[in-house]
Structures are given as C-alpha cells and as structure tokens.
C-alpha cells in the first residue's frame, strides 16, 4: 500500500532533481523526476546496500544505464546517508566535486560503474549478474548462501538503441541470468524529440526473443504498488533475466514535462516555482528534505547495515567449515594476488623454438589457470585464433545448457566484440575477478567505446589482442591494424603492451595483472618470433630495455614485438660494417615513460641517433626515435614476408636509415635530444 511518506518521497525526489540541476545551470532534470517513483521503490523496498560500507562484497548493485540522470543516483545515496552531504549536491558538476556530471565510480561512494555514453550501464550489468552466478557456484554451500545479490540496472530509450545493449542483453539471455533485472524507462523521449522519430520497435518482443522475462507498468508516475509488484514477480524468474518497461513522463510536474526540452537544460525559475507549489513545498525555498524523509531512509539504511552484519556472521561461520575458500575469497575481494604467483610464469631461452607470442600467452593463460582462480574471460569467437583458453578451463554456461556450468571460467561471447568489453568491465567493477577477453588487435576499436570506459574508470581488465600488424598476412587491410596502437597508447590510464618473444610475454602479463587501476592491451603476433637472447621477464616492467649494446654505439635502434629481431638482424649488419649501435626493445612506452630521467637517458643516450621500427603507424614515433620505420598507409593481402619487404619494414631499411641519420646529424653537428623533460 503506497503511505504519504512514499508520495511525500517521491516528490522530494522531483523538488530536489530539479534543484540540483538549476543551481548548477546545467545537467538532466527530466528522466530523475520521471524516475523518482521506480528510484524510491527500488532503493527502499528491494536494494541492500550498506551507507558506511558501501563496497561490502553481498550488497546489490545498482547501476544507472542512462547516466545523465545521475542527480536522482546522488540523492538517493545522500538520503540513505553515504558520505555525499547537501553539500555535495549543491556542488553537482563542479570541479573535484563528488557528484559529477555523469556517474563516475572513482569520484562518488555508491556508484558502481561509470556511465555516461549510452548502452555501456546494461551491458556492464550482465557482466555484474554473472560475476554474482560465478561467485555463488564456485564458493556457496549448504547453508551458507554467500552470494546472491541481485544486479539492478536502470537504462532509457538511448541505451536500449545502442548495438553495445543489444550484444550484452542477447548474452545474458543465452547465459540465463536470473538475478539480473532492467527497467526500462519508457518516456518515448530523445533530445531529438518523439521516439516515434525514431524508435518504435517493441522493445518488449525484442527481449522476449533474447530469452528474457518480460513485463511492464503503465502508470510510472504514480502507481508504486505496480512497481513494487513487477519487481517482485522478476526475482520469481531464476532461470531469466528481466526486463520490466515503466511508462514514465520526462520531467514529471514541469510545464514542459513529456517534451524533449525537458532532457539536457536546467528548467526555468519559474517553472522550479511551479513544481514546488504543485507538490506542496515552499516555493521561495530550494535544497529542502523534511526529516521524515531522512528518516525513512535512515531506516532503510539501518536495515542494510543490519543485513551487512548479518552477512559478516555468517562469513565468519563459513570460516570455521572453509577455511581455503574463506581465505581466498578475502584475498580476491582485497585485490591481492596469491604470494609467489608470479614464479608460474613460463620463461624461455634462446634454444626453445620459435613461437608467435599470441601461443606464448596461452602457456601464461595455462600456467596460471590453476594459481589464479579470479582470472575469467574468454574471446569474441575467435578462441582458435586468441588461443585464450586454457587447457583445464570449464566454459560458463547455464548448467541446464550441458555446455558447461556457472563456476566456469571461460566465456564464448560470440561475435560481440563491444558487448564482450562492457561486460568485462561488469565483471572487473563486482570485484574479485580478473576479466580478460580476446579478438584481433583491429577488432579493439569494434569495443572502444568500452575500452575506453575501463580507462576512464580505473578498471582492471586484460585485451588479448592477437594478429597485432602486417604480420598477420592474407587477411589484408581490413584486418590489419594500422592505427590501433596509437590510439591506445594515446589514451590516459591505459598501457599497451607489445612483447618480442616468451619471456617478454610472460612480463607483459606480470605488468598486466598488478595493474589494480588501469586496463592493458596485450598486442600478441600471429607469426612464429624467435625467443631472444636478453630478454627479461622482470625488463618489461621498465617498459623498454637495452636487449644488445656493441661498445662505443653510434646509433640506437629500438623496436617493439615481431619488429625486435628485425632490429636485431640490422644491428648485426650494421657491425659488418663497423657501425656500433644498441638494440632497445619497447614492449610499452607508457611504463618507459613513467622511468626516472636517469633511467630514460641510460636506455636512449643524448647525443645518439635513434631508429624506430614498428610494423604499424609511425604517428607518435617522434617521441623517441630520430627517424621511423613503419606504416603510413593500409596495409595490403599478401604473405607476411612479402608485405615486410614491399613497405620496407626489413633489417635492409633499418640499416639505410641509421647510415643517413647518423650522417645527417654528422653534418648538422648536433644530435636533437629525444624525450626531452622540463
């Protein structure tokens, strides 16, 4: 039965959303007041959550899809009492406030992941539902159900147009996730006006042929008892995901509610005035919350701490019976990894036969299956070509399927390259999981909207990029990558690994799984490359090195990946011609950047030449190298071998190019430092 409390809420809610919004002159008012009913059911009656422990491991998760309307995500946290103060709405979209402008999951305690472009808050929520399936199936026993939290999510019309969307909800679908439920707010609105523009699809049908559990609310606006009552008859389906549609009007009590104005501007003084006399508030007043508000929400969130405590209990009684599992449930949970893991990492010599790196992550993937229990992931249909799986791996799969089971730790994510990414930045945000996936290098940029969201958030998550160049032969341009890696590379709070042989591989993942708040491109060759005498495990943590180095050199030439003992070959044939020069391999110019001045100078002297070869773009070369080898233009169909020597990416060009620079700056008298620093 709906109390005046619950209207009273509600239309707080509505006061405060538009409030928020003016004070900033800027922001989302329509979708948090049309919203306010579906947010106050959600958040009162059904989410455990616990204000002082907002990360504690059993809470439900609530992520907010269409993240514009993330002024309603904030004062639902300030009522339940998380540390964001009136004051912290007061300074929504200001600098270094706690209540940006969109959902950020490093700024704001309570926010699960970070949304924004539209589409990335549902798909990261498959991610979340079956990071809970595996938890729950690996670690809980009769009578101590550890996990079994839900995953909510709310998303609009943008989201559900997004592709990202219809990849991650087709897969949650086929895995069947049952603790996962979506409402979906209908209000038939994009900033382009009507969805009858644009959108008319039955989203509803839509879904039911994902695999979906389908229902819907007519009233949003006013009708609680029907939200309440379509989210309970969700958590009856647990062999579905659900998706409940709530008809809902934008902008709820403006005098432009229904209308696309309502979206993306502050609403006008005197339509503020308006609302607030509509709903019973003082209109002369603004940032008002009537303590029999807090109150209800305090006591909501008494209720989560009760339910946190009661969980720890029971934790604790599970430590006693399991003692292991215990143990590594906290370590997973605390973001350590197991002592000595990194001892399991396959080193190589010169004798082990050549291999493309794309197999020597295999051997790692294998070597720490076993060790490494957190390490989850799969490829986008390319398993035989990513070989990202292990030997001993069991696949996810929804065990009525007999293709698997949900303790699994191998996912086929189908042709789903940017569902595969968002859902592995779900997984990365449940915490205790390590969430890896794998297609071609060229296929990073299908995902990268995703990919870049990993970055932005400060998620761990490993790409397995394989057929990382040229390199990869026959398949031509439209699978060679070109510009990949600078843009990569040009991205904040994201290292791109690109390693030379075995040993350089097994560093690239030792850097790749310490990184606790920043993902890795792991960019892997598709060609046999020879394991190299020097190369170093530990070495790729200074992100390049000094491989060879022939006395008194004249010259420097520095490589990463298949590219290395091409400079090595034209190092050899440069000391027939008594040249002496240093080969430096670069497996990840983010890290060799983050080096001390001195270290940086020691690996590229002042004062000496320096070649770059790399079997992709040359933009962004400047940085370190005098003069580049490399790619300015597509690549083309052809051998590998062939397509080396047509664009001059040979141990032939790379000794041309160090015999001019040298004599070039010979002539100039100067040798222009590279890297320079203030």
């Not at 599992?325 to 080193?347: M, S, V, Y």
Request: charged share 20%.
């Amino acid at each position: 039965m709906v109390e005046n409390i619950d209207r009273k809420v509600v239309d707080t809610i509505r006061v405060l959303a538009a409030d928020v919004v003016a004070k900033a002159n800027s922001g989302h008012p329509g979708a948090p007041m049309g919203l306010a009913p579906v947010a106050h059911v959600l958040f009162n009656k059904f989410i455990h959550a616990s204000p002082k422990n907002p990360y504690f491991i059993n809470r439900d998760r609530f992520l907010l899809s269409n993240g514009h309307a993330c002024a309603l995500l904030y004062i639902m946290l300030h009522f339940l009492g998380y540390d964001l103060s009136m004051e912290d709405l007061k300074q929504f979209r200001q600098l270094d406030s706690k209540t940006p402008g969109h959902p950020e999951r490093i700024d704001t305690p309570g926010v699960e992941v970070t949304t924004g472009p539209l589409g990335q808050g549902i798909s990261n929520a498959v991610g979340s539902a079956a990071a809970e399936a595996h938890m729950a199936a690996t670690y809980n026993r009769p009578g101590f159900e550890l996990f079994n939290n839900y995953t909510y999510v709310l998303m609009g019309d943008g989201c559900l147009q997004e592709g990202v969307a219809s990849e991650a909800a087709s897969l949650a679908g086929h895995l069947q996730l049952g603790k996962l439920i979506a409402i979906y707010d209908d209000n038939h609105i994009t900033i382009d006006g009507d969805t009858a523009v644009s959108f008319t699809e039955d989203v509803l049908k839509r879904f039911e042929a994902y695999g979906w559990h389908t229902s819907s609310v007519e009233d949003g606006d006013s009708d609680l008892n029907s939200i309440e009552a379509a989210i309970k008859n969700a958590q009856k389906v647990t062999d579905k995901p659900s998706i409940i549609k709530v008809r809902t009007t934008i902008g709820y009590g403006s005098l432009i509610q229904g209308k696309e104005k309502a979206h993306g501007s502050p609403l006008s003084a005197d339509d503020i005035e308006q609302i607030k006399r509509k709903f019973g508030f003082d209109p002369k007043q603004s940032f008002v919350v009537d303590d029999d508000v807090y109150q209800l929400y305090h006591d909501r969130a008494q209720q989560g701490m009760k339910y946190e405590s009661e969980w720890n209990e029971l934790f604790d009684r599970y430590k006693a019976e399991y003692p292991k599992e215990h143990a590594e449930i906290t370590r997973r949970f605390a973001n350590k990894l197991p002592d000595g893991w990194e001892k399991a990492l396959p080193c190589y010599s010169p004798d082990d036969k050549p291999l493309a790196t794309r197999k020597t992550s295999e051997n790692v993937l294998t070597a720490l299956y076993d060790i490494l229990p957190e390490l989850l992931g799969g490829s986008a249909d390319l398993t035989s070509s990513n070989l990202t799986r292990s030997e001993e791996a069991t696949d996810f799969q929804p065990p009525s399927s007999g293709l698997g089971d949900y303790k699994g730790r191998y996912f086929s994510f189908g042709v789903r390259e940017h569902g595969m990414f968002a859902f592995l930045n779900g997984l990365s945000s449940y915490g205790g999981i390590i969430p890896f996936g794998g297609t071609f290098l060229n296929f990073l940029t299908y995902g990268w909207g995703a990919a870049r969201i990993a970055a932005v958030s400060h998620l761990r998550v490993i790409y397995v990029m394989t057929h990382d160049s040229i390199g990869l032969g026959e398949d031509g341009p439209t699978h060679q990558p070109i510009e990949t890696l600078a843009l990569t590379r040009a991205t904040p709070n994201m290292l791109t690994l690109r390693p030379a042989d075995g040993n350089e591989t097994s560093g690239a993942y030792l850097v790749a799984l310490q990184q606790m708040t920043r993902p890795s491109v792991i960019a892997l060759s598709r060609q046999n490359l020879p394991q190299l005498k020097g190369s170093s495990i530990e070495a790729v943590q200074k992100g390049a090195y000094v491989l060879q180095c022939d006395g008194d050199i004249q010259v420097v030439l520095i490589a990463t990946g298949s590219e290395v003992c091409i400079a090595l070959e034209a190092a050899d044939q440069l000391s027939k011609k008594n040249i002496k020069s240093r080969v430096v391999s670069m497996p990840c110019s983010e890290l060799f950047d983050e080096q001390s001045k001195e270290y940086k100078k020691e690996v590229l002297p002042p004062g000496v030449p320096v070649v770059s070869i790399e079997a992709l773009s040359t933009f962004g070369w400047d940085r370190y190298s005098h003069v580049h080898i490399g790619m300015n233009t597509f690549g083309s169909s052809a051998k590998a071998q062939d397509l080396y020597k047509h664009f001059g990416i040979t141990a032939e060009e790379a000794v041309k190019k160090a015999e001019y620079i040298i004599g070039h700056f010979k002539k100039l008298g100067y040798v222009p430092e590279v890297n320079a620093e203030y």
